[in-house]
């Protein structure tokens, strides 16, 4: 892949049809040889198979008996769900997921072994199924403790608050697993705007409610936000000091009060009550 993608770093696909979007794309991705003359795919919005033609789609969609994507229902909180698929048991799914969310992921990751992913992908359901909005994939077992591989918030979805729901699920799995999480790097522009939006919000609350004395590895227990992340962010809110070879939390109440009114209100949360998960074994 990566050798392909530079050589052939033109964007191939320039529109993409799915479920009841027509979405432009924003990179290339690597798509099998015979539909590299295409500049339009479609896509069945529930086992994310792609056809060159309208009619294939149509006739695709008469006969296609999935209404959610593959997978075990973890979560379910008013029209939103989430589904766990293992990469290894749907395997095509995994890879159909992996060439979609490429055509807007910049930086290049590893598709090759879905198997050794999970993807957790939130749905907006009605009476006609569950609609993707957006996913995120994770290793089965991370040796650098990668709570999150990828992340995307699909085009006609983004800003409403989906990316910083996907990101607390992955840290409330974290807390399930008992460990501490980071999202795989390089992060894009918008990765790290979502993270720095969401670290910054959980952390601001925590400051807030036990008045400022508490420390960077209390912090970390509480969130499963890994410690370095919670320093690069209260660094950047100028809210550490360094003394005596330490870095200790200075939270002045005035200055974080500040920073919480800049940073405004989560819209979609996540309802730990509502997710019915046991880690990877
Ligand atoms: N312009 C400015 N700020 C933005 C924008 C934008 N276009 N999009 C998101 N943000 C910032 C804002 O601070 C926003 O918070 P706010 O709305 O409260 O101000 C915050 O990011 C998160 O907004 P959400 O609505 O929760 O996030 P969204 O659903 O739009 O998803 C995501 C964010 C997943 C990064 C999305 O932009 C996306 O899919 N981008 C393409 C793929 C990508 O870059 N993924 C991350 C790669 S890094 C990795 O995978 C580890
Ligand atoms: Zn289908």
Same mark, same amino acid.
């Not at 799915?18 to 924003?26: H, N, P, Q, S, V």
């Not at 593959?70 to 992996?98: A, H, W």
């Not at 609609?131 to 995120?136: L, R, S």
């Given at each position: ?7 052939? +770093? ?10 009841r979007?027509?979405?432009?794309? =924003? ?19 529930f ?15 008469r006969?296609?008996d999935l209404k ?5 229902e973890i979560y379910r909180?008013g ?19 992996c060439y ?13 072994? !879905? ?14 199924g569950?609609h993707?909005?957006g996913?995120?994939? @994770?290793e089965?077992?991370?040796e650098?403790?990668?709570?999150? /591989? ?13 990316g @910083?729901?996907?990101? /607390?699920? %992955?840290?409330?799995l974290?807390?399930?697993?008992? +460990? ?5 790097r390089?992060l ?10 969401? =670290?910054?919000? !959980?952390?601001?609350d925590i400051?807030?409610?036990? +008045? ?7 912090l %970390? ?15 950047s ?7 005596k ?8 109440p ?6 919480? @009114?800049?940073?405004g209100?989560g ?6 009550? @509502?997710?019915? =998960?046991?880690?990877?074994k």
């Amino acid at each position: 892949l990566r050798e392909h993608e530079e050589f052939t +770093k033109v964007k191939n696909i320039a529109t993409i049809e799915l479920g009841r979007y027509e979405i432009e794309t =924003w990179y290339f991705s690597p798509f099998p040889p015979e539909y590299n003359d295409c500049l339009r795919l479609y896509f069945c919005e529930f086992c994310l198979n792609f056809m060159k033609r309208k009619e294939q789609l149509q006739r695709h969609m008469r006969k296609c008996d999935l209404k959610h994507p593959p997978g075990d229902e973890i979560y379910r909180s008013g029209t939103l769900s989430m589904f766990e698929v293992d990469g290894k048991k749907n395997k095509v799914y995994g890879q159909n997921l992996c060439y979609l969310a490429k055509l807007f992921l910049d930086h290049k990751t590893l598709y090759y072994d !879905v198997d050794l992913f999970l993807f957790y992908v939130l749905c907006e359901c009605d009476d006609r199924g569950c609609h993707m909005v957006g996913y995120f994939s @994770k290793e089965k077992h991370s040796e650098e403790s990668y709570n999150l /591989a990828c992340i995307l918030t699909l085009p006609p979805y983004q800003r409403k608050g989906y990316g @910083k729901f996907l990101i /607390a699920f %992955s840290y409330e799995l974290s807390k399930k697993e008992s +460990k501490v999480g980071t999202p795989e790097r390089p992060l894009s522009d918008l990765g790290l705007l979502s993270y720095r939006g969401y =670290w910054t919000r !959980v952390l601001l609350d925590i400051l807030k409610k036990h +008045k400022g004395n508490i420390s960077i590895k209390e912090l %970390s227990d509480m969130t499963a936000i890994k410690a370095e992340d919670i320093l690069t962010t209260l660094q950047s809110l100028e809210l550490i000091q360094y003394r005596k070879g330490q870095h200790v939390i200075c939270a002045d109440p005035k200055v974080l009060d500040r920073h919480l @009114k800049a940073a405004g209100r989560g819209g979609l949360d996540v309802d730990v009550s @509502k997710l019915i =998960w046991t880690p990877y074994k």
